[in-house]
């Protein structure tokens, strides 16, 4: 029988989609979705939610005794961008909610643990291309500090306290599904959007930043995957590299373009520019392949196929 799963930041972009998967895959009522605001009405009709700030420990644990809780997500945080403008609250969040995790799990009170890490983690003197899963890590963002600091705590407290805590290091994720939240990646999902709305999108990328990507549906597979691998076959306990495809703006407008002709994108760069700067063009994610099966699914072409298949449709 499927032990009760608690899913923290349930409302934002990954957090949506992993809860629906994986009520998909066990009972409803064994998926407990949480989040500070409510979301959409199916997500909050599709199961138990729970009004809950990750960053309440006396909150959080209160929810986890009341459903018996086995397994938590921690996908609340503050991405890339809106860190940038509000460092202290953002390393509050980030911080604050995965040592109230952790501490949980020290004390035996939840079993597994899932936290996600980010390409944000690498700096301007990790090398470019096909970065390595142990390499120079200076991150320059307070996103990325937080997760850096993040994959020392998960490690520590594992080799510690036994903690059996997983984290893989996101890459860009395309969804068609939800918004994302303020991500340096984020063209990539609007682009679609305003392909099909204006036919016209002003990128705050240059056209030939290429950074690492990922279809969402192959980022929860991989999500899932990891958390239901034998407890043996993980050998990483910072953070796995991940990876599906690597892309530029201009390539990514090139694809839209042969399916809506008449798309046209301009380029101006802002502050995330100096952001994604700062961070790889591609990944290398054998260790993940090695240890655990990681395959990716969906490359660029099939990806802006389903996006825009899936956007026409949802209009």
Not at 152 to 177: A, E, F, M, Q, T
Request: hydrophobic fraction near 35%; charged fraction near 25%; include cysteine.
């Amino acid at each position: 029988m499927q032990k009760p799963i608690l899913i923290l930041g349930a409302c934002g972009q990954i957090g949506t989609e992993l809860t629906y998967a994986l009520r998909d895959k066990h009972d409803n009522d064994t998926i407990i979705a949480s989040d500070i605001r409510e979301g959409s009405e199916d997500l909050m009709s599709s199961g138990p939610f729970e009004l809950l700030d990750a960053t309440d420990y006396n909150a959080l644990e209160e929810v986890i005794a009341y459903y018996e809780i086995s397994e938590v997500y921690l996908m609340a945080a503050m991405l890339s961008a809106t860190a940038e403008k509000f460092p202290m609250r953002a390393w509050n969040l980030n911080m604050n909610s995965l040592f109230n995790v952790l501490n949980l799990a020290k004390e035996k009170k939840i079993d597994k643990v899932f936290w996600p890490s980010s390409i944000a983690v690498f700096g301007p003197n990790t090398p470019e291309n096909n970065t390595p899963q142990n390499t120079i890590m200076e991150p320059t963002t307070v996103y990325g500090i937080s997760k850096q600091s993040g994959e020392r705590w998960c490690n520590y407290y594992h080799h510690k306290y036994g903690v059996d805590v997983r984290s893989v290091r996101y890459p860009g994720l395309i969804s068609w599904k939800t918004m994302p939240g303020g991500g340096t990646t984020d063209y990539a999902v609007e682009i679609f959007h305003k392909a099909l709305s204006d036919g016209h999108y002003t990128c705050f990328l240059k056209e030939d930043t290429k950074l690492p990507m990922m279809f969402m549906d192959d980022a929860i597979r991989g999500t899932i995957m990891l958390m239901e691998s034998n407890e043996e076959d993980i050998k990483i306990r910072s953070a796995y590299n991940l990876s599906a495809m690597s892309f530029t703006p201009a390539e990514i407008a090139d694809n839209i373009q042969r399916i809506v002709p008449d798309f046209e994108i301009t380029y101006i760069p802002d502050f995330r520019q100096e952001i994604a700067d700062s961070w790889p063009s591609s990944i290398d994610d054998s260790i993940a392949r090695r240890d655990w099966g990681w395959q990716p699914e969906f490359d660029l072409e099939r990806t802006s196929e389903l996006m825009l298949r899936n956007l026409k449709n949802k209009d």
